[in-house]
């Protein structure tokens, strides 16, 4: 149980372009969602936090107007990075989580390996 | 605010024996504390987590943890390991009563089993 699916798993595109992620949870409804960002063989960074139905919280630095995040329902939660350039090639992971409770534990999606040429 | 230490940026061992990662934390307020494991190209997956209760936590693959509150340490421990441990492992802290639950991650420990 507690399947929490990301689309899609690589995706290379060129300078300039939009790239949507998706994260979905399989078998659970999830009230909140969070966006983090891995450099290679670093820890996770938290982006931002979404709960369904309301505009997310980001963390100090992250660019809202870059990294578009939408909670639409409560399986599913896009981010989107606008007008992407090299420096945005990542490993973007999602979590969510079935209520806003501290103890309850994130589900990992696989990550979306990202690179802007 | 809060704070998670890794002490070993990287553990190698060799195949059937025993492991200990180390994990530490720094923070003013009660907190949960989790360990994940992660694969090469993958997300992260949950091996155990510490509420309340007993200081000894078990989790899946054999893998367990003790929660030290005098010395703010939180444990990863395994006596046997197999070549199929070898992944990135992350402490982590969410505060109790915290509005977003949010987690705070450790820099990662490494672990290369060998045969």
């Known amino acids: 149980g507690a399947v929490v699916s990301q689309h899609p798993s690589w995706v290379i595109c060129k300078s300039g372009t939009s790239v949507k992620i998706e994260c979905r949870s399989l078998d659970f409804q999830a009230t909140t969602m969070f966006w983090y960002r891995q450099f290679p063989k670093q820890s996770l960074m938290l982006m931002a936090t979404?709960?369904?139905?309301?505009?997310?919280?980001?963390e100090q630095g992250v660019e809202k107007d870059k990294f578009l995040i939408n909670h639409a329902s409560l399986t599913l939660s896009t981010l989107t990075v606008t007008s992407a350039h090299p420096e945005d090639s990542s490993f973007y992971i999602c979590s969510a989580r079935v209520s806003q409770g501290a103890y309850q534990p994130q589900h990992f999606g696989d990550g979306t390996r990202l690179s802007i040429l | 605010a809060q704070s998670v230490t890794q002490l070993d940026s990287q553990v190698p061992v060799f195949e059937e024996a025993p492991v200990e990662l180390r994990c530490n934390y720094s923070s003013s307020v009660s907190v949960y504390l989790f360990w994940y494991v992660q694969y090469p190209n993958q997300g992260l997956q949950l091996l155990l987590k510490y509420l309340s209760g007993s200081t000894l936590v078990k989790g899946i693959n054999g893998f367990e943890a003790e929660f030290n509150k005098s010395q703010t340490s939180f444990h990863l421990r395994k006596p046997s390991v197999h070549i199929s441990d070898t992944a990135e492992y992350f402490c982590?802290?969410?505060?109790?009563?915290?509005?977003?639950?949010?987690?705070?991650f450790g820099k990662g420990t490494k672990l290369s089993v060998k045969p």
């Open positions: 982590a802290v969410s505060v109790i009563g915290g509005s977003q639950g949010n987690l705070i």
């Open positions: 979404s709960n369904e139905g309301s505009k997310a919280t980001y």
